[in-house]
C-alpha cells in the first residue's frame, strides 16, 4: 500500500494514525491516537451501518443544538452513559481510600453562596418537609481536624427542584457557605432534599426512553471544600431510603458516599419547634494535600 492510498479496509486506521503522528503536542498525539483506535474498533465490532452512522452524527449535532448558556446537553450525555463519573473517579482519590470519593459538580453549584455561620439555617424561604440537622467534620488523611475549610452547600428542595428551578424559592434557598470551626466541624440546617429527573426534553432523554431507563437521581447534598495547600473536594452525600440509590441515572452513587440520614421520631427535638419526624446527617469528609482550585460555575 502506498502511504495515503487505501486499498482495503485494513489500510483505514493505520493511514488515520499515520496522518496523525505529526503533532507537536505530545498529550494530544497521546489522546488522539487511542481516541481513533478505539472509535474505529467500535465500528469494526458491532459492523456499524451507515444508516446507524448517520443517526448517531445527527444525536451528536443535536446535542450540540440543545446546549445553551443554561444548560449543556453534552455533559449530560457525558453523565448518562457514565462517562463523567469514570472520568471523576479516574482523577480523584481511590473511592474513599484516601481522601473521600468524589462526585460529579453537576450543573446546579452556583458561586457566592451566602455565608452561614455554624449551626445557622440554609433555609431561606418557607420550604416544607422534613428537617434535617447536618453534622460534618473534616479531616487531613492523618485524621487530624481541618480548621478554616470553607464549604459549599447545595440541595434540592423535598420536592426536588433547586431554587433557580422554582419561583417559590428564595434566592440562594438550600445554599450556603460554612467554615469549619477549629474541631474541623461544621453545622447546619436545612430539610430532606428528594431525588430529582435530570431533563429529558432532548436527545439524552430519546436515549434514556430508547433504553426503558428512568431519569432520576437519588436524593443528595452537594458539598465542596476547599482550603489553600488541599486538593478541592467535590463531593455529594446521598440520602439512604431513596428509591433510586442502586440505579442513579448519572451513576453517581460509590457506596461511600450513602450518608445515614438518620429519622427521629421521639426524644428532645434539636431546636425548638421542631416537629417529629426529624432528620439528622454526621458524615466525615478527608481532604488529601493539593491544589486548591475552583470549578468554573454551570450556572450563575
Ligand atoms: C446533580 O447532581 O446536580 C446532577 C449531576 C448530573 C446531572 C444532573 C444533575
Ligand atoms: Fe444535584
Not at 505530545?26 to 465490532?45: D, I, K, P, S, W
Not at 473536594?233 to 440520602?239: E, G, H, M, S, Y
Request: glycine content about 10%; aromatic content about 8%.
Amino acid at each position: 500500500m502506498a502511504a495515503g492510498i487505501i486499498e482495503t479496509v485494513e489500510d483505514v486506521t493505520p493511514n488515520v494514525l499515520r496522518a496523525m503522528s505529526g503533532a507537536d503536542n505530545v498529550r494530544l498525539q497521546t489522546v488522539m491516537e487511542a481516541f481513533v483506535r478505539h472509535m474505529h474498533a467500535f465500528a469494526r465490532e458491532v459492523n456499524l451501518t451507515e444508516a446507524e452512522y448517520d443517526l448517531g452524527i445527527d444525536f451528536l449535532n443535536r446535542i450540540g443544538q440543545a446546549t445553551h448558556d443554561s444548560h449543556n446537553e453534552g455533559i449530560l450525555f457525558a453523565d448518562a452513559i457514565g462517562f463523567s463519573t469514570l472520568v471523576c473517579l479516574i482523577n480523584n482519590g481511590n473511592a474513599g481510600a484516601t481522601e473521600t470519593a468524589a462526585a460529579l459538580l453537576g450543573p446546579f453549584w452556583r458561586a457566592n453562596s451566602p455565608r452561614t455561620a455554624n449551626g445557622g439555617s440554609i433555609v431561606r424561604s418557607p420550604t416544607p418537609g422534613p428537617e434535617l440537622f447536618v453534622t460534618c467534620e473534616v479531616v487531613d488523611v492523618g485524621g487530624k481536624a481541618l480548621a478554616g475549610v470553607d464549604i459549599d452547600v447545595w440541595q434540592s428542595s423535598p420536592i426536588g427542584l433547586y431554587e433557580n428551578q422554582d419561583d417559590t424559592q428564595a434566592d440562594m434557598n438550600l445554599r450556603g457557605k460554612l467554615t469549619t470551626d477549629a474541631a474541623g466541624r461544621f453545622s447546619f440546617r436545612s430539610v430532606k432534599p428528594a431525588g430529582y429527573p435530570v431533563p429529558t426534553d432532548g436527545p439524552v432523554g430519546e436515549m434514556l426512553r430508547a433504553q426503558n431507563r428512568h431519569p432520576y437521581r437519588p436524593a443528595h447534598i452537594h458539598f465542596l471544600g476547599f482550603k489553600p495547600g488541599y486538593k478541592s473536594l467535590i463531593t455529594q452525600v446521598f440520602v439512604d431510603d431513596d428509591a433510586h440509590l442502586e440505579s442513579d441515572v448519572v451513576f453517581g452513587v460509590t457506596r461511600a458516599l450513602v450518608g445515614d440520614y438518620r429519622r427521629n421520631d421521639k426524644g428532645e427535638p434539636p431546636a425548638p419547634g421542631v416537629e417529629a419526624p426529624w432528620y439528622t446527617l454526621n458524615y466525615r469528609f478527608v481532604m488529601e494535600p493539593g491544589e486548591a482550585i475552583l470549578p468554573k460555575p454551570p450556572i450563575k
